[in-house]
């Protein structure tokens, strides 16, 4: 086998948003396709060009591991009382009832979340992930998307975002900074749509 030489480029900082309500196959997923940007056609060539294009990590209020949904174990890579930065930060699906909201419920993580977009961070949310970013006020005067049936969830505790349904991508912000997606599978569709805008292969 040939050794895989290293590249001069360094990985894109990424930081996957995790909590009790999120969806695994969404938190999982995306983290198991930016991971394999960069590496995974070129190790099944034996491929000596090998690169990592992201360093995707987890970052939750406490470092100490939970289960999300279906009972989904989740062992934080960060705390957001860490502070850590990323040029990009992810919000996947959240497994939400009708009658469910997440109003109050996570200060922290709003906090941190406003700081890092502040900071020039780019806001990609999959799914019902919108309603997260919509808690943290960053879509208030703007559209925003996310599956249909969560359109209460949305519409009713923050009348201040616009929001649309039918898009399966709306860019929320002036510059594309804060992306969000529709539907239940919608984290593919971003995942493509992430790996557009960042890939850089060398």
């Not at 470092?63 to 174990?73: M, V």
């Not at 616009?162 to 992306?179: D, K």
Request: glycine residues 10%; proline residues 8%; aromatic residues 8%.
């Amino acid at each position: 086998m040939k050794k895989k030489k290293p590249t001069d480029q360094s990985p894109i900082e990424v930081l996957i948003v995790a909590v009790p309500e999120t969806a695994g196959s969404a938190l999982y997923g995306m983290l198991d396709v930016l991971m394999a940007a960069g590496n995974i056609w070129q190790t099944l060539v034996r491929s000596d060009s090998v690169q990592h294009l992201f360093n995707v990590r987890s970052v939750s209020t406490q470092k100490r591991g939970f289960t999300c949904g279906n009972n989904i174990p989740v062992s934080p890579d960060v705390s957001v009382k860490d502070n850590p930065d990323a040029g990009i930060i992810i919000l996947p699906e959240l497994w939400l009832g009708p009658d469910e909201t997440i109003n109050g419920r996570y200060p922290s993580l709003m906090d941190w979340i406003r700081q890092q977009y502040k900071q020039g961070s780019t806001l990609y949310s999959a799914c019902s992930g919108a309603i997260m970013l919509a808690e943290s006020g960053l879509l208030d005067g703007g559209p925003a998307t996310s599956h249909w049936g969560y359109k209460d969830l949305v519409r009713q505790p923050y009348p201040k975002v616009s929001f649309q349904p039918e898009p399966n991508l709306v860019f929320a912000s002036p510059g594309g900074r804060i992306v969000t997606a529709g539907g239940t599978t919608s984290w593919q569709v971003l995942a493509l749509l992430f790996l557009s805008r960042h890939a850089r292969p060398g």
